[in-house]
């Protein structure tokens, strides 16, 4: 049996030039003026009108951002190796405003390792894609869709919980055999942010640019360390013929009353990323 399930790929904006930055800038703050009422926002016009959606549809807060969304048609991701700068390229639809219309700009991104056969498989689709702005980086996230095989029938279920303590926990229902998931994902996360803390303390020269390389190094090693998760997961319900089951992972997000030390442990931890590996 056949089912089809939805990977989000994130690819990561690189090597930009002032002027492709300037204008990526200029769209992702006119789509936030957009999605907060300014009917007045000068946006290329499908993208204005996805803006338009995410208003009438979400009602976000004045104080949140939102990732621009893309219409599909309007976006092209390719690869190249013969190209020097990047073998992959991203074709992203921006407003010029010197010429006052819609324009698109060729991007080179990075790729995942992992996620390149979903953009070179002709049987891939792009189901949705959106502009983000994280740590002063650029991504695009593309949710493919694709059709995989799966069981007729599972002999137990394996349920994962998120937390803050720990990224994943893991049981099985038929007899609650349990086992903790992550450790290293926190140890990471914690020894980064004692590096950034003591390098803003000491005010080292060019600090802004150490912490900057320094997220990437974390991201790298976050992303390694899930990876090595979902593995363990994997082969815990290889072995029952388990299928995984994801708890509910609303509202992690929001702020609750367990204090500023948990939200921040909450906020920072990887979940979206690890549902989707």
């Not at 013969?82 to 060729?106: A, C, H, M, Q």
């Amino acid at each position: 049996m056949h089912r089809d399930v939805t990977t989000t790929v994130r690819v990561k904006l690189h090597s930009l030039t002032e002027r492709k930055a300037r204008l990526i800038e200029r769209e992702y703050g006119a789509f936030q003026d957009a999605v907060h009422g300014d009917d007045k926002a000068n946006l290329y016009s499908a993208t204005k009108q996805q803006a338009g959606k995410v208003r009438s549809n979400q009602n976000p807060r004045e104080d949140t951002e939102q990732p621009v969304v893309l219409r599909n048609d309007c976006i092209t991701i390719e690869h190249d190796e013969d190209t020097v700068l990047s073998s992959w390229w991203f074709k992203l639809p921006v407003y010029n405003p010197e010429t006052e219309r819609g324009d698109s700009i060729w991007v080179p991104v990075r790729v995942p390792e992992k996620d390149t056969h979903l953009l070179e498989d002709e049987d891939e689709s792009i189901r949705d894609s959106e502009l983000v702005h994280r740590d002063g980086e650029w991504y695009v996230h593309l949710v493919c869709k694709r059709s995989v095989a799966v069981a007729d029938e599972y002999d137990d279920v394996l349920a994962v919980d998120m937390g803050a303590k720990w990224i994943a926990v893991s049981t099985f229902i038929s007899d609650r055999n349990t086992q903790f998931h992550g450790a290293e994902v926190r140890r990471v996360r914690e020894h980064y942010k004692q590096l950034r803390k003591s390098i803003g303390k000491a005010k080292v020269r060019s600090g802004a640019q150490v912490i900057e390389r320094l997220g990437d190094k974390e991201s790298r090693t976050v992303e390694h360390e899930l990876h090595q998760v979902a593995n363990e997961l994997v082969a815990r319900a290889r072995e029952r013929n388990a299928v995984i089951v994801f708890g509910e992972m609303t509202g992690l997000r929001f702020d609750n009353d367990k204090g500023r030390y948990v939200n921040d442990k909450t906020h920072k931890m990887p979940y979206a990323k690890m549902a989707n590996i």
